[in-house]
């Protein structure tokens, strides 16, 4: 079983090719759009690591070495974007505390 490489977020700062916070640009990333694919990685290395669990206890060709791989890249990935959400609900929140 060959694990895949975690792919890497969109590039932010003054090197960007664009500017995410233009949304009408060609090339602009938005936050959303960010999030979203975030998600979807999060849950492929949930299955992958799911899958390899599986492979493993019925004697298919995962060895236990890249099963724990699997599983702490899924592990690591998931607290990440927890971390990521409760970051986002605290500035949220924060939003409606403001006095306009």
Request: hydrophobic share 45%.
């Amino acid at each position: 079983m060959e694990l895949k490489r975690i792919g890497e977020l969109p590039q932010l700062g003054p090197d960007a090719p664009a500017s995410p916070g233009a949304p009408g640009e060609a090339g602009a990333v938005s936050f959303g759009k960010v999030l979203k694919e975030s998600m979807a990685q999060v849950n492929s290395l949930q299955h992958e690591a799911d899958t390899a669990i599986q492979s493993l206890a019925t004697g298919g060709t995962a060895t236990l070495h890249d099963t724990m791989l699997a599983v702490q890249k899924a592990d690591l990935s998931f607290r990440l974007m927890m971390q990521v959400r409760n970051k986002i609900i605290d500035a949220y929140q924060e939003v409606l505390r403001m006095s306009v």
